[in-house]
């Protein structure tokens, strides 16, 4: 019955696919997760593209294609969607994202076992929203990761999870993709700046932070 459920992709899914792809083979190329760790989805009308299960990015092809309903039906592709697809679902289902990135970063990965809170170490905090929150520790796949997850996204548009990555949405993989990068960067700094012997951080005020984000919304290109 389940087969019976799955459909031919659409041109523009098969179009998001390659996209979905390329972000994902980039985040094994840029160091942001080893093998197989991380996951990205990207919903395309009423269906979630997403990274199947314990595949090599570098394997994965077009007819690879990989979609769920937002209620979790499977409904393109044989391949088990990532382990992590509750994560997706609840982004995807309770914000307006279009992509979703998750990445076992080895920086922020670290900083996730330090604090309840990235330190406002840079202005770029601000293009997430504002302080980025650490979502309490869960077993990977779970709804209670989950749950944990939205909490810590709260007015954000990305955050860590405890002992285990981060986690970053936007309009579009693009951006969800520099997103997670940028929070990678921050938290690369705020270890490198923490560590040296008899000083501590300058840190940005809440006041601050929200300026920049304020400025940060208009920044680039229109169009």
Same mark, same amino acid.
């Given at each position: 019955m389940a087969e019976q459920q799955r459909r031919q992709a659409r041109p523009e899914e098969t179009h998001a696919w390659e996209a979905l792809v390329a972000t994902a083979r980039r985040t094994v190329s840029d160091g942001l997760v080893v093998g197989t760790?991380?996951?990205?989805?990207?919903?395309?009308?009423?269906?979630?593209?997403?990274?199947?299960?314990?595949?090599?990015?570098?394997?994965?092809?077009?007819?690879?294609? *990989?979609?769920v309903a937002l209620d979790g039906r499977q409904v393109l592709g044989t391949l088990v969607p990532t382990s992590e697809l509750p994560m997706h679902l609840a982004v995807h289902t309770t914000t307006d994202a279009r992509a979703v990135v998750h990445t076992h970063a080895v920086h922020a990965t670290a900083v996730s076992t330090l604090v309840p809170e990235l330190p406002a170490i840079h202005y770029m905090a601000g293009a997430l929203g504002g302080p980025v929150?650490?979502?309490?520790?869960?077993?990977?796949? *779970?709804?209670?990761l989950a749950e944990n997850m939205l909490h810590a996204l709260a007015d954000r548009s990305g955050c860590l999870l405890r002992n285990h990555g981060t986690i *970053?949405?936007?309009? *579009?993989?693009?951006?969800?993709?520099?997103?997670?990068?940028?929070?990678?960067?921050?938290?690369?700094?705020?270890?490198?700046?923490?560590?040296?012997?008899?000083?501590?951080?300058?840190?940005?005020?809440?006041?601050?932070?929200?300026?920049?984000?304020?400025?940060?919304?208009?920044?680039?290109?229109?169009?």
């Open positions: 760790s991380g996951n990205v989805s990207v919903r395309v009308g009423d269906a979630v593209l997403v990274t199947p299960s314990g595949v090599p990015y570098d394997r994965l092809t077009p007819d690879d294609i *990989t979609g929150r650490v979502a309490p520790y869960a077993t990977y796949g *779970t709804e209670e *970053t949405y936007g309009a *579009t993989l693009d951006q969800a993709y520099d997103r997670t990068a940028q929070l990678e960067w921050m938290c690369r700094l705020w270890l490198m700046a923490s560590s040296v012997p008899g000083l501590t951080p300058a840190l940005l005020s809440p006041e601050q932070l929200a300026e920049a984000g304020e400025r940060l919304r208009g920044y680039g290109q229109l169009g």
